[in-house]
């Protein structure tokens, strides 16, 4: 296949990514056939997939307005994924922004279009390594640290196959930030459909990303020294809802439980 001038020559695209499928359910062009096929895999499991994403890309849009409204002007968005419409500095548009993320395409693509925003930049990362995200010159150049922040976890710490692991990040990346910084995070659970959740998982091993959803408790593990506000850990599309589609329907449809709160 021919590449785009923005895919490295280190990107396999016969190895289907979870960013790259992400960026196929909200509609987006920067996804290889590998992902196209695997993601319609998952979504002949899981028919609102691509619905529920959407309804998680919109519970990360209200989180960021809440944080800013609260003050928030800096950000950390881990796992931010390939770029679509409505990013968080298009959001939070007087505030800096570090997005982080592990596809070389979702990187890629990140540099081409913040080559010309100078409060916005994007660190190639693993999130298991949180010192290698908080000691990058990208971030130590954007992030002030004696000021609070917004750290952004939405749809990242369900590839991260251990609990224990996953809540030791969360703690260390809290750990970094003073006291006032806030959190936005969403989580993919198997409380709602068990069976069908399972399936998918299944799916996403033959990717770059194998995913683990949890219940309610293990997610709940991952909100420790912070402040959650009301309503809580919730149906993330019933967290301060001002999404038209989310309707009468029973709200674990979404499949991902969502929550914000204050660093103690």
Known sequence: MERPDWVSDTVDPDQPSAA????????????????????????????DGQLAAQANRAFLHRGVRYLRDQGIR?????????????????????????????????????????????RAGIVHADIRRPQDVLESPVTRQLLDFTQPVGLLMVAVLHFIG????????VGTFRDALPTGSGLVLAHATLDSRPDEMKRIEEVYKASAN????????????????????????????QWKPDWPDAGDRDPSWCGNYGAVGWKR
């Open 20 to 47: 790259r499928m992400y960026d196929y359910y909200l509609g987006g062009s920067h996804n290889f056939a590998s992902d196209r096929e695997m993601a319609r895999r998952a979504l002949a499991l899981f028919p």
């Open 74 to 118: 800096q950000f950390l968005d881990l796992g931010s994924g390939i770029p679509t419409m409505g990013n968080v500095h298009e959001i939070a548009d007087d505030a800096t922004v570090v997005y982080v993320d592990l596809d070389p395409v979702a990187v890629a693509h990140s540099e081409a279009i913040l080559a010309d925003v100078d």
């Open 162 to 169: 251990s609990d224990d692991e996953a809540a030791g990040i």
């Open 210 to 237: 194998p995913a683990t959803t949890r219940s309610y408790g293990q997610i709940e593990r991952f909100l420790n020294g912070w402040d959650v506000i009301d309503p809580g850990l919730i149906w993330a599309v």
